[in-house]
Structure formats: C-alpha cells, structure tokens
Nanobody, 114 residues
Framework: QVQLVESGGGLVQPGGSLRLSCAAS????????MNWYRQAPGKLRELVAT???????NYPDSVKGRFTISRDNAKNTVYLQMNSLKPEDTAVYYC????????WGQGTQVTVSS
C-alpha cells in the first residue's frame, strides 16, 4: 500500500551524470524527511543526501558539491542528481522516507566505470 520505487540507475563513465528518481505512493511523502543511501559490496549502508519537508538539504563530504537532492511534494517524488561521478560512487542506491516509520525502496544499481 505504501512503497517507494527508484529508477534512473545504470552504467556511466567517470565524470558523467545520472539522475535518480524515487516515486512514493500514499500521502506519507509530504510529511517525511527523504534520504538517499547507498551500499557498495562489503560496505555499510551510507547516507549520501537528505532533504527535509521544508527543503533543507545535507550531504556528506564524499558527495558534497557533486550530488543534489530535490523533491516535488505535489508529485510525491524525490530526485538525486549526480554529477562528476567517480568509480567509488558505484553502489546500489536506496530511497528512504522517514516519518513515523522508515520506508525503503528496492534500490537501483549505479555503476561508474570506463
């Protein structure tokens, strides 16, 4: 009934760009802080972007200046624009909605390779 569905992942060369989308069902989206996480093989899940319902954003140093999170509450969609991609950005990227409960998407693979 309530779910998040990511799209937009794929293979890109170093220095390239991708835009990930996360579509949310239900009305939870507008009341949630939205996040993008990523997880590479053998590593812990890492928070890469956060946006509050009011539009405040936050990024770790590893992606700051390269990634931009945005949201369209009317469309129940959050985006992650990724520029200047590096091989170390390769991971499965997950959309997350935090409100009363935490909801997760299924993940989308991003591979950065020459």
């Amino acid at each position: 009934q309530v779910q998040l569905v990511e799209s937009g992942g794929g293979l890109v060369q170093p220095g390239g760009s991708l835009r990930l989308s996360c579509a949310a069902s239900g009305s939870i989206f507008s009341f949630s802080t939205m996040n993008w996480y990523r997880q590479a093989p053998g590593k812990l899940r890492e928070l890469v972007a956060t946006i509050t319902r009011g539009g405040s954003t936050n990024y770790p140093d590893s992606v700051k200046g390269r990634f931009t999170i945005s949201r369209d509450n009317a469309k129940n969609t959050v985006y992650l624009q990724m520029n200047s991609l590096k091989p170390e950005d390769t991971a499965v990227y997950y959309c997350n909605a935090n409100s009363v409960v935490s909801l997760w998407g299924q993940g989308t693979q991003v591979t950065v390779s020459s």
